[in-house]
């Protein structure tokens, strides 16, 4: 989720060659074997170094996207998911710091998880992930995040549309209709948690979906904690949803019937999930049209620069108007 950054940090890890990332590691001495492997990552620069027994990852932060206190703060809520037993990759503490520092870079170095791709169509799958999501949120629960940032209306939402409106990528042509449609769909997104202002929000992955986890002999492996957020629990649950209707009726029921095994569930959260769906849409496009000038944007969505991909995508909002208008789908 993306924070405001000046325009002169268009290309901010123009400076990071594979020589820096080497130097960076062997600074804090991890020892790196001269094996260096980049992984696929937008918002910061994540590499693979060494192979075999005692490879890691290592994570190089968007400059001033969070804050030294925000990330503190992700790494202190991994560190309690681990310490809960939760799969979760929780970054090496060097010298008592998490948060490392070399040259104008912060990065933070993590063990290699094994593991597979999901599959959640399997016997049990969504059953064994509802229990995990439900023990990672006991653990947020505990206490609130004191830095971190809130999933609402305010900056997924109002700020997301002003980044696109402000933005080169949005077709003049359409710049009214956007005005119009993303207006129209923000207020029924504002009336669903007006209508839902009594729900409690806790500490959250924020960003659960499955390009986010891994799957091992276990069960789920969490991943990147990068975008933990407070918010209410059905955000780290509604993106494990997809298909028609009725499939995602049933994928709801087997995902609650895990998580009620571990936690509680508010069902007056089901009401959010269609708003929740609009805000990710409409930040979505935010985080692209925000990005677009980092050279790692336009390769990865060359389509966002075409009027025929707004034109579908206010298609898109239309149609999550109507669906935040429809009955709930999923219930109790």
């Not at 090496?92 to 599959?119: D, H, N, V």
């Not at 986890?213 to 975008?227: A, M, S, T, Y």
């Not at 209707?245 to 009401?271: C, T």
Request: charge should be negative.
């Amino acid at each position: 989720m993306i924070n405001k950054t000046r325009g002169s940090d268009l290309q901010p890890f123009s400076g990071l060659t594979p020589e820096v990332v080497l130097d960076a590691a062997a600074a804090f001495g991890l020892a790196p074997d001269g094996r260096l492997f980049a992984l696929n990552s937008y918002e910061n620069r994540v590499y693979q170094l060494g192979a075999g027994e005692g490879q890691l990852v290592l994570k190089f932060y968007r400059p001033r996207r969070w804050t030294d206190a925000q990330i503190v703060e992700e790494h202190q809520f991994t560190a309690e998911l681990a310490a809960a037993e939760l799969a979760v990759a929780a970054p090496l503490a060097i010298g008592g710091e998490t948060l490392l520092r070399y040259q104008e870079f912060r990065f933070a170095a993590f063990p290699w998880m094994r593991g597979r791709s999901p599959e959640l169509d399997a016997p049990e799958a969504r059953r064994i992930l509802g229990r995990s999501v439900a023990r990672l949120h006991q653990v947020g629960a505990v206490q609130p995040f004191a830095a971190r940032p809130r999933i609402g209306i305010e900056r997924l939402g109002w700020e997301a549309r002003s980044q696109v409106l402000a933005s080169e990528l949005l077709p003049d042509a359409l710049r009214e209709r956007y005005v119009t449609v993303s207006g129209a769909l923000l207020e029924r997104v504002s009336e669903a948690f007006t209508a839902a202002a009594g729900v409690r929000e806790i500490r959250l992955h924020g960003d659960c979906h499955l390009g986010n986890l891994l799957w091992n002999e276990h069960g789920p492996v969490f991943v990147d904690l990068d975008d933990c957020a407070s918010g209410v629990r059905a955000q780290d649950l509604w993106m494990m949803l997809a298909g028609s209707p009725a499939e995602q009726q049933h994928q709801w029921s087997e995902l609650l019937e895990g998580y009620r095994q571990f936690a509680d569930f508010d069902f007056a959260e089901v009401r959010l999930i269609e708003p929740l769906r609009a805000l990710r849409m409409l930040h979505h496009a935010a985080w692209v049209a925000h990005r677009w000038r980092d050279p790692a944007f336009p390769r990865a969505f060359p389509w966002a620069a075409e009027p025929r991909y707004w034109e579908g995508y206010l298609q898109d909002l239309l149609e999550q108007i109507a669906a935040i208008d429809e009955p709930p789908l999923l219930h109790q």
